[in-house]
């Protein structure tokens, strides 16, 4: 079955230091892959998407690409801000059955003044 | 405003009484989901429907029902809940049955069952 790894928080980082949650996934045929965010009480809301090999997606200055060769689609932000603190899912659609997604367990992210 | 809304928020409940959690959307989306968010295990699909009618099971689906009767509206039922199904539970919607499209997701709603 289809199947999405996150790495494992959580993840502590100062005011405009740099980020990285690596995202990798299993899954036949050619998924489209999305990340999304939840705020503390709230339900989950897309961040960036990608659907074909080596799309980048971006939105609030996160990016990722679709990296077909190594399963691939870690989430980057140049530098963090405190809004930024949420928790992070790593997400794919396979196009084999668009009605199942399949998510990461997810990330927390703190960042701290 | 677009939005999928989850009812109730906070709910509190015995062993074996049954409960439904509804859900609906304005946006006349054909998609809908429920999926059960637990510490450690991210959140996995229990049901899913591609239009009015047609309901299938996702990774999840035992101790659970749900139903289409109409475009708008995705209610999850639990005939016997039991406290294994202790969880936060959230509904999504997306346009299509699309593999690019995106899910809108309701607010959660947080299931205890003692």
């Known amino acids: 079955g289809n199947s999405v790894t996150q790495m494992e928080g959580p993840v502590t980082l100062s005011e405009e230091a740099f980020l990285t949650i690596n995202c990798t996934y299993t899954?036949?045929?050619?998924?489209?892959l999305f990340w999304y965010v939840q705020y503390p009480g709230e339900g989950l809301q897309l961040l960036l998407k990608?659907?074909?090999?080596?799309d980048k997606g971006s939105n609030k200055g996160f990016e990722a690409t679709y990296r077909k060769e190594t399963t691939s689609f870690h989430l980057e932000k140049g530098s963090v801000q405190v809004s930024d603190s949420a928790v992070y899912f790593c997400?794919?659609?396979?196009?084999?059955?668009?009605?199942?997604?399949?998510f990461g367990d997810g990330t927390t992210l703190t960042v701290k003044p | 405003e677009a939005q999928v809304t989850q009812n109730p928020r906070y709910l509190i409940t015995v062993t074996g009484k049954k409960l439904t959690v509804t859900c609906s959307q304005n946006m006349n989306h054909e998609y809908m989901s429920w999926y059960r968010q637990d510490p450690g295990l991210g959140l996995r699909q229990i049901y899913y429907s591609m239009n009015v009618e047609v309901t299938d099971k996702g990774d999840v689906p035992e101790g659970y029902k749900v139903s289409r009767k109409e475009k708008r509206n995705f209610p999850l039922i639990l005939e016997s809940p039991s406290p294994n199904q202790t969880s936060l539970y959230f509904c999504a919607s997306s346009p299509d049955r699309a593999i690019n499209s995106p899910l809108h997701f309701g607010n959660g709603t947080r299931l205890t069952v003692t």
């Open positions: 990608a659907t074909k090999a080596d």
């Open positions: 899954a036949t045929g050619y998924p489209s």
């Open positions: 997400a794919l659609r396979p196009n084999t059955n668009a009605g199942k997604s399949t």
